[in-house]
């Protein structure tokens, strides 16, 4: 039986979900990477510096200065699998964390903040971070 949202919020402010979510990080989160649809106008070729954002992979992706690839880089050497995907989706059911990086300027959408939180009060622990597109 699932616990109902009214358990999930109480558990949320105990240091039994600090202990879970930092147990589960040690036997080793599976991070989602999304947002890698498009790359972002005005990116650099032949020796100049990459800038592409949202994309881990690829010529210009992998090489890029705008971090999902580095971040990705990060998480595995430090043992954590990682995993990218370009929208939101059941398979990420099974996941206890969820890095976004959308490659536009817009907010989620209802439909996506729905499964996000969804997602959040599913499982308790799980820690979902969204980052933004710079505005300037």
Known sequence: MRPTRDQLRRNLHTGERIHRTLARMRA????????ALAVVGGCSRG?????????????????SVNGTAVLANLFEQSGYRVFTWQRLSPKLEDADVIVWAP?????????????IEEWLWTEPGRTFVYIGRDFD
């Open 103 to 115: 490659d536009d300027f817009r907010p989620p959408t209802a439909e996506q903040r729905d499964f």
């Open 47 to 63: 020796g100049g510096i990459h800038d592409t954002y949202g994309q881990r992979r690829g010529y210009e992706g992998s090489d």
């Open 28 to 35: 080793g989160i599976a991070c989602w990477l999304l947002g």
